[in-house]
């Protein structure tokens, strides 16, 4: 079983060939491919996790869609001032599945 840890959007992710992963938008066309920097590899019992070694190693993806996120409420309140305040956000998310990891 081969799997990867990969850096995705200020995060990381375990990814496997099919794994259908959302993280933050990139810049990339729809249906275009798109590397991954990896971390760590895991070959059946064989660990790559030295720099050296991971530069070689390509994890190609294929971008899927561009969507946003659900929408996230922030609030502010202080009593007994009358201040309030309200606000929302929806972060940019693109979604992407692996198609290779050599």
């Known amino acids: 079983m081969v799997y990867a840890v990969v850096r995705a959007g200020g995060r ?29 590899l895991v070959d059946g019992a064989k660990i790559t996790s030295e720099a050296s070694a991971l530069s070689k190693v390509r994890v190609t993806a294929e971008v899927l869609e561009e969507l946003r996120g659900p929408k996230i409420i922030i609030q502010k309140f202080k009593n007994k001032t009358g201040y309030k305040k309200r606000q929302g956000h929806r972060q940019d998310l693109t979604r992407v599945k692996i198609t290779g990891i050599k």
């Open 12 to 40: 990381q992710e375990k990814v496997e060939v099919g794994t259908i992963i959302t993280m933050d938008r990139i810049k990339a066309k729809v249906g275009g491919t798109v590397d991954l920097a990896a971390v760590l």
